[in-house]
């Protein structure tokens, strides 16, 4: 009985979860469409910020730097060449590795022992619900 009933709150609670990314999302969306209204008027009227309802309402800008193409080595290099080394790192994509790792675990193929020496794998395991 408490078992029918953990799942029966389980799905319930999914379905709930469900509705409220979904309502998320299409806030999300009117958020933007309004986020550009008000841009325009506040570029439009010279204006710098609001305050309504107790919020302030202004306009932020906020620079970003990605490598130009993806071309991400000659960025480090040229990082690198202006004394930023320390701007730099060698990386490697989660996701990408997982996945690799996740293909040789469903092909029953151990990883080679440079790999297993370092890195990290562990199981994750959850219950999932979606719709029947």
């Known amino acids: 009985m408490e078992h029918q009933q953990n799942l029966v709150n389980f799905v319930s609670l999914s379905k709930r979860r469900d509705a409220v990314e979904e309502e998320l999302k299409v806030l999300k969306e009117e958020l933007a469409h309004l986020s550009n209204m008000i841009l325009e008027i506040f570029e439009r009227d010279g ?4 305050t309504i309802m107790g919020k ?5 800008r906020q620079l970003w730097a990605r490598a130009k193409d993806k071309n991400y080595v000659a960025a480090c290099a040229a990082l690198k060449k202006c004394g930023l080394e320390g701007y730099v790192e060698e990386r490697f994509n989660t996701n990408s590795i997982s996945a690799y790792v996740r293909e040789r675990d469903k092909a029953n193929e151990p990883l080679p022992k440079e790999l297993q020496d370092t890195l990290e794998i562990s199981t994750e395991v959850s219950v999932i619900c979606k719709q029947a």
């Open 47 to 50: 204006q710098k910020s609001a």
């Open 56 to 60: 302030t309402i202004y306009i932020r």
